[in-house]
């Protein structure tokens, strides 16, 4: 789910050029994740640097109420004078100490007497390339069609500044903080929730506890419910990324039919499909017998937010969404859920 909050953000489709190109998204998308990259610190930093004469990023895109803030670099690349054409926005914004580091070598290099070819050499070395190989090779290697280096020579930049300066990079998550979308375990453990599988199940369950309790009666049948549950849960599947059709949720529903126990049944399907989409690098047989292998764990995760469920408000609020909403008024009649 990280990762598809980074494509959203990454592949934003009001800015007046692409942030990323299409075929670097996953790479860069890949690098924000390596460097534990702060969303709110990057679309912070973002905003401040394309808030003249375009649509405000924060309220196209984020609301008006998100926290944002801008880091100290950054603020040195919020005038277009001092904005370097050839580096991508998302280096500006994601990177802006490593950048202004560059920028610093670079003058120090220069200075008299300064041998520019030794600078040169210097400069590439950082960003990982071998000048004498660069001179010979196809500039396609290095350069994309905006004229900006690879992404690759961007991360090889990023890991010498990291290692001679052993600075943690200003953009990055504070370890352990409450913004840390990264720390995985700890999250996992202030959620109670022992696994990614359990956390899966309880995020279901709760959506098919709060429609079953405010909107039962307006399902004609329990695949109905578990679907829209399912759909609920996927919605950055289903409805942004667009990586999964609702069609594909409400057949696993139906899949159900026979089945003793047909919640689990269904979120062990669930979490399959999800998972599958997340990591398709894993055959697919794989991801459903590791699903079904936790299938005690995930049962207990069920029952035990079953238990405990008294009206989260992110899930009233997203269910009220849902079933209120006229632009969801199709998939509703999909799903065979009745007006009143």
């Keep these: 789910m990280i990762s598809q909050m980074w494509l959203d953000i990454l592949g934003f489709e009001d800015f007046e050029e692409p942030l990323v190109l299409p075929d670097e998204i996953d790479d860069v998308v890949a690098l924000m994740l390596e460097m534990k990259i702060d969303p709110q610190k990057f679309c912070g930093n973002l905003m401040a640097i394309l808030r003249q004469g375009r649509r405000p990023f924060d309220e196209a895109f984020l609301g008006k109420s998100q926290p944002f803030i801008t880091t100290p670099s950054a603020k040195r690349y919020t005038s277009v004078l001092d904005r370097p054409a050839s580096t991508p926005l998302w280096v500006l914004a994601g990177f802006p100490d490593v950048h202004q580091w560059l920028v610093e070598k670079i003058v120090e290099w220069c200075k008299p007497p300064a ?142 039919k026979d089945s003793t126990d047909r919640l689990l049944d269904f979120i062990i399907r669930l979490e399959t499909l999800f998972l599958s989409v997340d990591a398709p690098e894993f ?40 079933m209120k909403s006229s632009q969801l008024s199709q998939i509703r009649k999909d799903l065979g859920i009745r007006g009143k």
């Design 283 to 322: 055959p697919f047989e794989e991801v459903e017998s590791a699903c079904k292998e936790q299938a005690a764990t995930i049962k207990n995760a069920i029952d035990r937010t079953i238990n405990s469920y008294d009206g989260q408000p992110d899930v009233v609020d997203g269910v009220q969404v849902f």
């Design 115 to 256: 041998d520019e070819e030794a600078g040169e050499r210097r400069t590439m070395e950082l960003y990982g390339i071998d000048l004498n190989t660069a001179q010979n090779a196809d500039e396609a290697q290095f350069w994309n069609c905006n004229g900006s280096l690879r992404v690759c020579y961007y991360r090889n930049l990023i890991s010498n500044y990291r290692k001679e300066t052993g600075n943690i990079l200003e953009v990055s998550v504070v370890e352990g903080s409450e913004n840390d979308i990264y720390k995985g375990k700890d999250l996992l453990d202030a959620l109670n929730e022992d696994s990614n599988f359990t956390l899966m199940a309880g995020i279901t369950t709760r959506y098919y506890v709060e429609l079953k309790r405010s909107y039962g009666h307006r399902f004609p049948d329990e695949a109905s419910l578990l679907a829209t549950s399912g759909i609920l849960h996927g919605h950055i599947y289903v409805f942004q990324a667009q990586t999964i059709k609702p069609e594909q949720i409400i057949a696993i529903a139906k899949a159900t």
